[in-house]
């Protein structure tokens, strides 16, 4: 197997120095658990890139509420996130995609910043979060941003995120009388990345979609809201009929790709049947039943 | 360096291009800590740090400073790796015996934590371990039958 080759190691305690260190340093990269980076620099690289190891700085890891937020620091692994009753409660689908991702010794090293970052078109966390709204806080040595998560992923590996910049932190309104669900399809469990990936958000007044929001992974450049078919649904009162509408209506949205781990066409008949899959159980979450 | 290695201190020259896994096998003789993939997919290279299984192919070495690292070897006398050993043997869960540290150490870390598991639960708990000789089913058997043995507490 080939060496690891072309980077240094620096080893920042807390962010301010983190923030320097992006700052002042030539050809940074952020390194938080791992998982993704470390098999690259497997290749050989022509220049030396200094990984900044975010994983001692206490600051950017573990779950918080405040003003009816969640906030989750960008180096907490998805073991922590799926430990979390608060997660598990106000924001199933996060936890769902946290219960599926990778393999037991992936999660316990694997970080929801270091997911999302990483921008995959196929990133777990992504369409969870995407459906609840969640916004990121970015910040460089001098300036301190949030935006919404939707604005970070630019194209596939590619985010909005400048060279000295890092992710702190995600917020996550609670929602009370919501519910959420994800669903995922690869080819083997624990092993690959979802072909496609899905997860809905929904409010249920009576038997009515009072919200809708909607997502799928892996089928165009980037994470996907579907917010055509949002819109289109809101107010309309659920049925076995709809759940099949708004699958074929998402699927007439995405624009997915032949690769390795499937066909355009398998891709886009998998996002009708996955989003139904989603949406379903969230329904079923907010105690409604589809008839 | 120092980092904890099976209950002892140890010193080490940081290396960052030296995984934890070469670290391991090259520096300090662990052999039982196997080379598979070398990128996260076989849990071969399983070990736990502080507890939890992790892949030490995707672990600098630098990284584990001040750390608890934990490798088969450090378990021998340990009364539920030595149940789940002979259950491993007596079930026929180990053929070639490459995957069967890795297996130990993740179905260990699940057995301490949880001492009735499901079946589900254990299939979760080696999703990260390929086994390429068994087709799992034997595995599978074998953890079940460890929990037996070591009963409730
Ligand atoms: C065997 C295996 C299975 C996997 N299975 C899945 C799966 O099922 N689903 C899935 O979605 N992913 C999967 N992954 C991919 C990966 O584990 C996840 O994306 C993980 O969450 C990445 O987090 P990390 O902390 O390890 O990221 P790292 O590798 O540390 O970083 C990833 C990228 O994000 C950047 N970055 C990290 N933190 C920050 C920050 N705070 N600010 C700015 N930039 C940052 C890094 O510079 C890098 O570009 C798998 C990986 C492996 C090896
Ligand atoms: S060698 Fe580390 S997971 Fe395969
Ligand atoms: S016994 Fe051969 S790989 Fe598992």
């Given at each position: 197997m080939k060496p690891l080759t072309g980077f240094n190691l620096v080893r920042p305690r807390t962010l301010q120095g983190a923030l320097t260190l992006m700052a002042t340093l030539e050809k940074t990269q952020p390194i938080a658990g791992?998982?993704?980076?470390?098999?690259?620099y497997r290749e050989v690289q022509c220049e030396k890139t200094n990984l900044i190891d975010l994983s001692l700085i206490n600051e950017l890891n573990g779950i918080t509420e405040s003003l009816n937020c969640i906030v989750i620091g960008s180096t907490t692994t998805h073991t922590q996130i799926l430990s979390n009753n608060l997660v598990a409660k106000h924001v199933s689908a996060l936890h769902d995609s946290c219960s599926v991702l990778?393999?037991?010794q992936i999660r316990n090293r694997g970080t929801i910043g270091g997911n999302i970052c990483n921008a995959s078109p196929a990133a777990d966390t992504a369409p969870p979060l995407l459906v609840h709204n969640a916004e990121v806080n970015i910040s460089n040595q001098n300036n301190n941003r949030w935006i919404p998560l939707e604005e970070l992923f630019k194209g596939p590996k590619l985010t909005v995120l400048q060279p000295d910049e890092l992710l702190l932190k995600i917020k996550i309104p609670i929602d009370s009388d919501s519910a959420s669900a994800f669903k995922r399809l690869g080819r083997r469990k624990g092993f690959t990345l979802s072909i496609v990936n899905a997860a809905a958000f929904v409010k249920r007044e009576e038997g009515l979609i009072q919200n809708i929001r909607l997502s799928i992974g892996s089928v165009a450049p980037t994470p996907l809201r579907i917010k055509k078919v949002e819109e289109e649904f809101l107010g309309i009162e659920m049925s076995k009929r709809v759940l099949d509408e708004i699958g074929q209506a998402c699927s007439d949205q995405v624009k997915p790709i032949d690769d390795i781990r499937g066909t355009a066409e398998y891709r886009r008949d998998m996002s009708n049947i996955l989003i139904k899959r989603a949406l379903n159980e969230?329904?079923?979450r907010t105690g409604g039943i589809i008839e | 360096m120092i980092?904890?290695?099976?209950g002892k201190n140890v010193s080490f020259e940081a290396i960052p291009s030296l995984t934890l896994l070469d670290l391991l096998r090259n520096e300090f003789g662990l052999t039982s800590v196997k080379k598979g993939c070398d990128q996260g997919e076989c849990g071969a290279c399983t070990v736990l740090l502080d507890g939890m299984p992790v892949n030490s192919c995707l672990i600098l070495s630098p990284q584990v400073e001040g750390k608890r690292v934990t490798t088969i070897d450090g378990?021998?006398?340990n009364p539920l790796m030595i149940e789940l050993r002979d259950a491993f043997m007596e079930n026929g869960a180990v053929q070639c015996g490459f995957c069967t540290p890795g297996m130990l150490l993740s179905s260990y870390s699940l057995l301490r934590d949880n001492r009735n598991p499901t079946e589900e639960e254990v299939k979760m708990a080696i999703e990260g371990n390929i086994c390429r000789c068994t087709g799992?089913?034997?595995?599978?058997?074998?953890?079940?039958?460890a929990a037996v043995r070591i009963g409730p507490d």
């Open positions: 791992g998982t993704d980076l470390i098999p690259l990778g393999s037991v969230a329904w079923r | 980092f904890e290695l099976n378990l021998s006398e799992y089913v034997k595995i599978i058997e074998a953890v079940l039958d």
